[in-house]
């Protein structure tokens, strides 16, 4: 699948020294199976969004465009007022942990193995989220990944914005200290919000996986430089460079 989607141009241009590789959870590591439509359906229902009508599907539309963003974010710009959003996200994490705790998620095919076999090769793993820290946490408790990784990180773990800023990026480079520049990151994501803080950060690799929200040509208009069938392709790509 690599060799099918990423020219040999792009290939030659990935730095052979990647130590730091910063990964999304769900679309990427992990399978929701659709719960964040459900959460925001909850979510929408709170506020007295009427399931069904033209206003939540409009904001069901602006809610699959930016998956990846900060979800706070997210309702800031379909609520305005902040006291609503703050209530919507309320509403969002809470029936996302329900339906987590409910068992509606699993790893991606190999994501596990990948991760592992990441570290085995000497490179640190973070796993990032634009989820609250609650609801990540009940993510890894669900999946046994607490211990995965020696770093997880969330919007306000790093100052409260999330993707498409490059905060999380960076705050996993200082935190680690695993990389000796951000050339030497690599930052994969299945959504286009994930593409652009891999860009904006400066990272060596930026990489989309088709496991995901959005597909190979909205990856790749956001800044991908390669893009993969899944997580799973990761470490034979970085190897194969080095």
């Known amino acids: 699948m690599v060799t099918e989607l990423t020219s040999n141009d792009m290939l030659e241009s990935i730095p052979n020294d990647i130590r730091l590789v910063?990964?999304?959870m769900a679309g990427t590591?992990?399978?929701d199976g659709g719960l964040v439509e459900q959460a925001f359906a909850a979510a929408a229902g709170?506020?007295?969004v009427?399931?069904?009508s033209a206003d939540h599907a409009e904001k069901l539309a602006y809610v699959r465009a930016t998956m990846?963003?900060?979800k706070i974010s997210v309702f800031r710009q379909l609520f305005g007022a902040e006291d609503l959003a703050r209530r919507a996200n309320s509403a969002f994490e809470r029936a996302y942990g329900e339906l987590v705790d409910g068992g509606r998620i699993a790893p991606i095919a190999g994501a596990r193995e990948a991760v592992e076999e990441l570290a085995e090769a000497g490179r640190t793993?973070?796993?990032t989220t634009g989820f609250a820290r609650v609801t990540q946490n009940a993510i890894l408790d669900a999946l046994g990944w607490r211990e995965l990784v020696p770093l997880t990180l969330c919007p306000a773990d790093a100052g409260g914005r999330g993707r498409p800023y490059p905060d999380m990026v960076l705050e996993a480079f200082l935190?680690?200290?695993a990389a000796e520049g951000v050339r030497q990151v690599a930052v994969v994501g299945d959504t286009s919000y994930d593409m652009l803080s891999g860009v904006r950060a400066g990272a060596g690799v930026v990489a989309g996986v088709l496991t995901g929200a959005h597909g190979d040509a909205a990856l790749?208009?956001?800044g991908a430089m390669c893009v993969l069938g899944s997580v799973a392709e990761l470490p034979a790509l970085l190897k194969g460079v080095e």
Request: proline content about 4%; aromatic content about 0%; cysteine-free.
């Open 22 to 24: 910063v990964l999304d």
């Open 29 to 31: 590591t992990v399978a």
């Open 46 to 48: 709170e506020l007295g």
């Open 50 to 52: 009427e399931p069904g």
């Open 68 to 70: 990846g963003e900060s």
């Open 125 to 127: 793993v973070v796993l």
């Open 175 to 177: 935190r680690t200290r």
């Open 220 to 222: 790749r208009a956001a």
